[in-house]
């Protein structure tokens, strides 16, 4: 069976490549009666790796049966290939209408199928990640923006703070100055003091620039990227909730 499979998949153009039983499945070599008995497979089962175009699709040849006490029922084979994610025909085996011999073709036309199938599978896979690529680059400069924006923000409500604490102190320095009745050394000093430090926390006793920025931490970028990643396209940040 193995060497009609073989055969018909050269035929057609493709590798074959030699797949040994594991040594799990082997018997140990031993001596009787002064013949050497070498290792040989423990049970009725073959494998064979076809190469077709990229991708390598081991075929299994092995009792249907293993355990049947029908002798006819023993002797039927069963061909198995790989799981396919398609959830394409994988197993084949005797039947009354056919023998495995009888179907060798059409089990190589699936293998081919597959590889049709697997090769433009890759391609779409990698316009994906491709795509995916390009959405988190996008992703990460406007998280980035909108980081910076947050940093901005910040310095502005800053300034903002310092300037209505600057206006309620010169208010208050005012009141206190319409409400000194004697001369005093030491309120005036105070008085003096309490203007000269207001005038220190007036953001706009200078016009202030443009803040500079820094370049946004990634727990800084973590609320503006839904779910990405800083990382790399193909991370995920499940914590993220909408």
Request: a negative charge; glycine letters at 6%.
């Amino acid at each position: 069976m193995l060497q009609g499979l073989r055969a018909e998949a050269v035929k057609r153009g493709h590798t074959v490549c030699e797949h040994p039983v594991d040594e799990n499945y082997r018997s140990r070599a031993y001596g009787h009666g002064g013949a050497y008995i070498p290792s040989r497979p423990s049970r009725r089962e073959g494998e064979l790796d076809l190469v077709v175009g990229d991708f390598t699709y081991t075929v299994t040849i092995k009792q249907e049966f293993p355990l049947s006490e029908d002798p006819e029922r023993a002797q039927n084979l069963m061909i198995e290939l790989p799981y396919s994610r398609s959830g394409r025909q994988g197993k084949w085996a005797d039947r009354k209408r056919w023998r495995l011999e009888d179907v060798l073709g059409a089990i190589l036309r699936e293998v081919e199928v597959r590889s049709r199938e697997d090769a433009q599978r890759r391609i779409d896979e990698e316009h994906a990640k491709e795509d995916r690529k390009v959405r988190w680059q996008a992703a990460m400069e406007s998280a980035r923006e909108q980081a910076i924006q947050a940093q901005l923000a910040t310095v502005l409500r800053e300034q903002a703070k310092h300037w209505h604490e600057a206006r309620a102190l010169s208010e208050y320095c005012d009141a206190l100055e319409r409400r000194l009745a004697a001369e005093s050394d030491s309120t005036y000093r105070w008085l003096e003091w309490a203007r000269a430090y207001t005038r220190s926390l007036d953001p706009l006793l200078e016009l202030p620039g443009m803040p500079p920025t820094r370049d946004p931490e990634p727990e800084e970028l973590k609320p503006y990227l839904k779910g990405w990643s800083h990382r790399g396209p193909e991370e995920h940040d499940y914590s993220w909730r909408r």
